[in-house]
Structures are given as structure tokens and as C-alpha cells.
């Protein structure tokens, strides 16, 4: 049995292994230890750190098979770790494929985790009517990610295109990173705040004193929640979670929850805890960055068609191989490139071992790690193959930008259909299947026809451009129709009840 000493000098190795960037030498210090050897007040600790290890190293399954086991001793574990451990724990349950009870079961009992909160619930109407010209609605966004993040080519078109007659836009960000982006994105909105440094019940208080009538979240359960955690106290009367997130947020002060008419079906929607806010056509607006607008993206004949996936490899299960490796059966001499986001050469070495398990032709595949020019390769792949059922989404843009098609698949739940909506939106829904099967067959049929995948390469990037995937102004209007919808709901009930 591990004694406090022998804890304490372990948590010392851990910490200085963490900050050597040595995983490896982590996960080996806590299964030498073993688990039955921690005191029960301390076994949280063993699988909290061996959680986030997994998940660093790419094995997301036991990853969330250690979150689980933490959770059972939830009542020993700091409050502030159950929060980041459930958020971490609801993100990774999404690369893998598991049912929807289950899915369900852990996004709904999220909610448990606040109920020693005091929310702020008493909101009483004292604006005019929101039919008035001169009412402004109190816009708030809040987000972890406002620097040069993916998030921030999805929410650019919204800061850049609000009405600043009807709306004021107050930006809280809840987390320190920072960068050039950041002061650029300052100098788009009317209030810059930042609660880095604040607890999440200090942000909140903030948010409350500045009369924010709607706040929406653009986070989630990504880094750790932080987000939520604020959003747990309801420092606003309407609360929105979408764009940066994809699924429910199992918050039950989150009211509504951003999606579009192809993520968005009457059987998912008994998955959300929220009630969902419905876009005409896209729920996302893509802007490419510079390092996409500055590529070439003139793309060269390649004698051997090439199959190609930039998305995290983390997201590529098994499954997915297995498609993989059938497209590479059913279509000759074509080769797969697998480009990873990590620069890590661990986890290359890693894929070349699961896919020489699985019986691939390595001679036909390229596996490469992350780096820092890596979009100009897009012009090495033919077709992108689109992993399930954690789908990208910056990735699927880039990819179709840069003028190369993307094959992904879609399921039930809202997240798994993100591909689905950006290829729809943009006229290509057919390249969307529903199936294993009906994915495979979709990439054979594509890279068979290399007319049709010639005339794709040379007008992806203008049909994107003329589509409601990159139409700002439009897409601005659709959520500020939705925005004055919601509060002109609350306004009537507030009026009819005197508060809410």
C-alpha cells in the first residue's frame, strides 16, 4: 500500500516527468505503482493522470475507461478536478463508437456536478419592448479560444457583421492564451473583458453586472469546461452553446443549443437537454485563415489516385481503418496519406503498427506527423476521407478549400453530422453516406471517375465561396433573426409573469 510519503514523492516524479514532456515515463511510474496499491481516498488520482495520459498518447478508449473508474469515487475527488475530469470525459467519449443510452447517460448527469449552486433566476424585464428600433440586445460571447484557434474561423463572419443598431457585442474571455489574433479580434466588438485570472463564480458575477441579455458559449466541454462551469451559475436570462461544441451540453442552465437543418433531426433532438435553435442552412460560417488563403492551390495529375486524411489520429478508430483499407482493396495502385495534427513522431510509429496489424499495404500508405506548413499537401491528396463518428470540421473546410473533395459518413447524433452539413451546404451532400458500406462506395465511385473529381478540384474553392457555408452577411442575419426571436419570446414572458 502507497503510504502519504510514498504518494507525495510519486506526485513530485509525475510533476517533473509532465514537465519533461515524457508521458511514457508517467504512465510507467502509475502501473509499476498499480492501482490496488493507492489508498481508496487516492485512487481518483491514479486514473485522473492515467486518463489524460491515454488520451495524450492517442488511446482514447482507455482514456475514458479510467475517466469512468475516477468517477466512481467522485465524492473523494476536489471539486474542481470532477468538473475538468467530466468535461474531458464527455469530449472523448465522442471518438468512440458507443450507443446513444449510453452517450446519454453520462451528457445528462453532468448537470448533478452544480447542485450546490445558487444560479441568478430571477431576471425582470426593464427594457422597452424589443421591437423598438432603439433597444439594443446585450450580445455575449464566451469562449477559451479568442486567439488563432479553429474556433475563431467560425465566429469571425459574426463579429465583423453584427448589427450594431440592434446589438452590443461584449467578448469574455474565459481563458489566458493569447496572440496577435486576440488583439485583432478586440477591435471587432464594443466590450473586451478578460476572466482569465477570475473563479467561475467571479466570471459569472461579471457577466450578471453587465446586464448581458444573451450569452453564448463557444466552448463546451472543451478545455475542461471551463465555460460551463461559468454558464452553471446562469449569469445571463438566455444561454446559448454551439459552434465550438457539438453536442449537449447537459447543463441545465444552458436554454439553447446552435444547430442547422442538417445536424438537426427529430431523433437527436432527445438527446439535448437544451432546446434547439435551428438554422436555415448552415450553423457554421467558415473564414480560412491566411495560411490557407496563402496557398497555391494548383493542383498537380498524379499517376496513383491518393486517398488522403489530415484529421487528428486520435479520431481514426479501428473501424475507420477497416473502410480504409477496403477503398484501397477496390480501387488499384492507390495510396493512402494519413497526416497527423500531433508533431509527435510517437504517434506515427504508432499508426504504422495498427495498420500493419490490420493487414494494410504499407507500401501504398504515407503516414506523417503534424507540422507547421502543412496545408499545402492538400494538394498531394485526390479525396479526403472524413473520419466517423467524430467527424472534422476546420479540416473538412480546409481540405474542400484547398479543392479537394471529402468522403465522410453520418450517424444519429448531432456531432457525427457535421460533415454532412458543410458538403450539403455547398451542393455535395451526395458525398455524405449514411453507411460503412455506402462510405466506401461513395470513395470508390469518386476516385473512378477522374473527369468528375478533375472538375471538382478546379471549382470546390468557388462553389464554397458562393455557398451559405461562407456567406457572412447571411449568415449573420439568420442568427440575429434567431437572437431577437428568443429574447422577444422572453420579453412576452417576462411580461406576462413580472420575472423569470
Not at 74 to 94: G, T
Not at 301 to 329: P, Q, Y
Request: hydrophobic share 40%; charged share 25%; net charge negative.
Amino acid at each position: 500500500m502507497l503510504t502519504e510519503a510514498g504518494f507525495v514523492r510519486l506526485v513530485k516524479q509525475i510533476a517533473k516527468a509532465d514537465e519533461g514532456g515524457k508521458p511514457e515515463t508517467i504512465k510507467k511510474l502509475l502501473m509499476d505503482t498499480g492501482r490496488k496499491n493507492f489508498p481508496e481516498s487516492k485512487k481518483w488520482f491514479y486514473d485522473d493522470v492515467l486518463a489524460n495520459i491515454y488520451a495524450q498518447l492517442g488511446e482514447m478508449s482507455r482514456s475514458v475507461q479510467h475517466y469512468k473508474q475516477e468517477m466512481e469515487h467522485a465524492e473523494l475527488i476536489p471539486h474542481d478536478v470532477r468538473l475538468m475530469s467530466y468535461s474531458n470525459l464527455l469530449m472523448y467519449l465522442h471518438y468512440l463508437e458507443l450507443g446513444n443510452e449510453e452517450m446519454n447517460y453520462w451528457h445528462k448527469g453532468y448537470n448533478s456536478l452544480f447542485a450546490d449552486i445558487q444560479p441568478y433566476h430571477s431576471y425582470v424585464l426593464t427594457q422597452p419592448a424589443v421591437e423598438s428600433a432603439k433597444v439594443k440586445i446585450k450580445l455575449g460571447y464566451l469562449s477559451t479560444d479568442f486567439f488563432g484557434h479553429i474556433v475563431t474561423n467560425f465566429i469571425l463572419q459574426l463579429f465583423l457583421h453584427h448589427n450594431r443598431q440592434r446589438f452590443e457585442i461584449f467578448v469574455y474571455q474565459a481563458a489566458g492564451e493569447k496572440d496577435e489574433v486576440t488583439n485583432w479580434l478586440k477591435n471587432m466588438v464594443d466590450v473586451w473583458c478578460d476572466l482569465s485570472a477570475c473563479s467561475a463564480q467571479e466570471a459569472a458575477a461579471r457577466i450578471h453586472a453587465d446586464s448581458i441579455d444573451i450569452l453564448v458559449d463557444l466552448s463546451g466541454h472543451t478545455r475542461g469546461g471551463r465555460t460551463l462551469q461559468i454558464a452553471a451559475y446562469h449569469p445571463a436570462p438566455i444561454q446559448i452553446c454551439g459552434i465550438g461544441w457539438f453536442d449537449t451540453t447537459g447543463l441545465a442552465a444552458m436554454d439553447y443549443f446552435l444547430t442547422d437543418k442538417y445536424c438537426h433531426t427529430q431523433e437527436n433532438a432527445a438527446d439535448f437537454t437544451e432546446k434547439m435553435l435551428c438554422l436555415p442552412e448552415s450553423h457554421f460560417c467558415y473564414t480560412p485563415g491566411e495560411a490557407v488563403l496563402s496557398c497555391d492551390n494548383i493542383r498537380q495529375e498524379h499517376d496513383s489516385l491518393v486517398f488522403g486524411c489530415f484529421n487528428n489520429f486520435a479520431k481514426i478508430t479501428d473501424s475507420m481503418l477497416l473502410s480504409w483499407r477496403e477503398i484501397l482493396e477496390k480501387v488499384s495502385e492507390a495510396k493512402l496519406y494519413l497526416k497527423n495534427v500531433s508533431r509527435d513522431k510517437f504517434h506515427v510509429d504508432k499508426m504504422y503498427q495498427r495498420l500493419q496489424m490490420l493487414d494494410f499495404p504499407l507500401a501504398r500508405c504515407i503516414i506523417e506527423a503534424g507540422e507547421e506548413n502543412y496545408l499545402e499537401k492538400y494538394l498531394e491528396v485526390d479525396i479526403a476521407l472524413d473520419t466517423y463518428p467524430y467527424p472534422g470540421g476546420g479540416t473538412t473546410c480546409e481540405a474542400i478549400f484547398m479543392g479537394c473533395p471529402v468522403i465522410t459518413q453520418y450517424g444519429r447524433r448531432h456531432g457525427s453530422r457535421f460533415g454532412l452539413s458543410i458538403l450539403s451546404n455547398i451542393g455535395l451532400g451526395e458525398l455524405a453516406a449514411e453507411t460503412r458500406q455506402g462510405y466506401v462506395e461513395r470513395a470508390v465511385s469518386l476516385a473512378n471517375d477522374r473527369e468528375l473529381l478533375k472538375l471538382l478540384h478546379n471549382n470546390l474553392r468557388i462553389m464554397m465561396q458562393k455557398s451559405p457555408l461562407m456567406d457572412g452577411k447571411g449568415y449573420t442575419k439568420a442568427i440575429e433573426a434567431k437572437y431577437r426571436q428568443i429574447w422577444q419570446d422572453f420579453s412576452d414572458k417576462c411580461r406576462n409573469t413580472k420575472h423569470i
